[in-house]
């Protein structure tokens, strides 16, 4: 069981590129999760999924868009790529119940 | 967004001596986890707590989910080397989505062997 895993782990880009963020989880779980982690803060939600072909806000979505085209696949594309959006990218999933595990995390900076 | 107060932003102790951190809300929660951050991986969920008064176990820690359900408390005893890292409270807000978490900011942990 790898549980859930990113790629990738490092990543550079420059101001107006674009990316995306891949998520894997193998515990058969439906809701999966975005969040993004700033210097001295918690995480915070950009978007999650309560099921396969499903998305919805969070707390920080703009400049973000996500798919789930599988139910263990959980995709975080950033279109146009902003300084302010340099953070940790980190994935989570859970079942139907709060508990959730998170991957190790993509770091991402945007010059 | 929600505000998630925890304290203290960061504590130093000696190897042996016990932790205690809380976590504080202005509003109100149904529950409570609490996470262990470690540099350069993602959180791990060390509890989880459903209804006030709670308070449960796991090794070492003990926590606990406040009465008035806008506070929850993590002790760690005897600590070690290995309980080093940074320690999140995080809960969905009645009203907030059901599995929308909010986290706190911290408190970081340093274990003097």
């Known amino acids: 069981n790898a549980g859930v895993t990113q790629t990738p782990k490092f990543r550079v880009l420059k101001t107006g590129q674009s990316m995306t963020l891949l998520c894997a989880q193998d515990?058969?779980?439906?809701?999966m999760y975005w969040y993004r982690q700033d210097p001295g803060m918690g995480l915070r939600l950009i978007h999650y999924?309560?099921?396969?072909?499903?998305?919805a806000k969070g707390e920080v979505p703009d400049g973000y868009n996500v798919s789930r085209l599988k139910k263990q696949n959980f995709l975080l594309g950033l279109e146009s790529a902003a300084p302010s959006q340099t953070s940790v990218y980190f994935c989570a999933s859970s079942f139907v119940t709060i508990e959730q595990f998170f991957g190790p995390g993509t770091r991402l900076t945007v010059l | 967004g929600q505000q998630l107060n925890q304290s203290p932003q960061s504590m130093f102790i000696q190897e042996g001596e016990d932790v205690s951190m809380n976590c504080t809300s202005s509003s109100i929660f149904n529950t409570w986890l609490w996470y262990k951050q470690e540099p350069g991986e993602g959180p791990v969920l060390l509890i989880a707590l459903y209804k006030a008064g709670e308070l449960t176990s796991n090794g070492r820690l003990t926590a606990q989910f406040g009465i008035t359900r806008k506070d929850s408390f993590l002790n760690i005893s005897a600590s070690i080397p290995s309980d080093v890292g940074i320690y999140f409270c995080?809960?969905?807000?009645?009203?907030?989505?059901?599995?929308?978490?909010?986290f706190g900011t911290g408190t970081r942990l340093t274990v003097i062997p």
């Open positions: 995080a809960g969905p807000p009645i009203g907030g989505g059901a599995n929308n978490l909010f």
């Open positions: 999924s309560v099921g396969e072909g499903t998305t």
């Open positions: 515990m058969n779980h439906e809701y």
